[in-house]
């Protein structure tokens, strides 16, 4: 018996994004060291966790709001109340939605 299995995934190849957490504002979701996997997307595709460009790349939980715009929010209370974006305002900062958490524990095997 194997501790470990296969994932099973569509065979269509796809592009991701491997993005470091570099600091504290999703915690304890995301923690400072581990890398998160953002699939590329330019629009809101339902509740989640997204790879956002705010001049550097950020990762923020969004949720849709019952006027149409979003809250975008991080997990660490200590980072203050959502932020409102319109439709259009996110679909211009959205980079990627995130599918995957990765628990870095040795960031140096990682470099090429």
Known sequence: MSALAPIPMDTTPINVR????????????????????AVPTDSYSGEGV???????????????????????????????????WTRKDFEKIVIGKVGALVHVINRSALAG
Do not use: Q
């Open 18 to 37: 491997l993005v470091a957490v570099e600091d504290d504002t999703m915690e304890p979701t995301l923690r400072r060291g581990d890398a998160v996997i």
């Open 50 to 84: 997204y790879l956002i460009d705010k001049g550097y790349p950020a990762v923020y939980r969004v949720s849709p709001r019952p006027d149409g715009n979003f809250s975008l929010y991080r997990d660490n209370k200590a980072y203050g109340e959502p932020e409102e």
